[in-house]
């Protein structure tokens, strides 16, 4: 079992940065791979980002490709999201998640957190 704990929403101004922390339990966080979604109001969960369990591979949705970056320290059991350039687009819930690789993660993935409220205003 793995229980994911996010943090570090907020409200920010379009332009400016945000670091999302997702805390992860349990003794097997090193083998999981781990990604972040968001779900705006009235919209699917979509995949923001995804890295593999050594933090060698990772993978972004193109909407975010050179603004946000994911990052892992296996030692902290801690998955992060760096946002930068924020716009009021990004306005979600962001959701961390854990799966078994990076593809599958990104359809069945095996745990869910319980989300953090990322507004950026105009």
């Known amino acids: 079992q793995v229980r994911l704990v996010e943090s570090g929403g907020g409200l920010v101004q379009a332009g400016g940065s945000l670091r999302l922390s997702c805390a992860a339990s349990?003794?097997?966080?090193?083998?999981?791979?781990m990604g972040w979604f968001r779900q705006a109001p009235g919209k699917e969960r979509d995949f923001v980002a995804t890295?593999?369990?050594?933090?060698?591979?990772?993978n972004y949705a193109d909407s975010v490709k050179g603004r946000f970056t994911i990052s892992r320290d296996n030692a902290k059991n801690t998955v992060y999201l760096q946002m930068s350039s924020l716009k009021p687009e990004d306005t979600a819930v962001y959701y961390c998640?854990?799966?078994?690789?990076?593809?599958?993660?990104?359809?069945?993935?095996?745990?869910w957190g319980q989300g953090t409220q990322v507004t950026v205003s105009s």
């Open positions: 998640a854990a799966g078994r690789t990076t593809v599958t993660i990104t359809t069945s993935p095996d745990y």
């Open positions: 349990g003794r097997t966080f090193n083998s999981y791979a």
């Open positions: 890295i593999s369990w050594s933090g060698g591979r990772t």
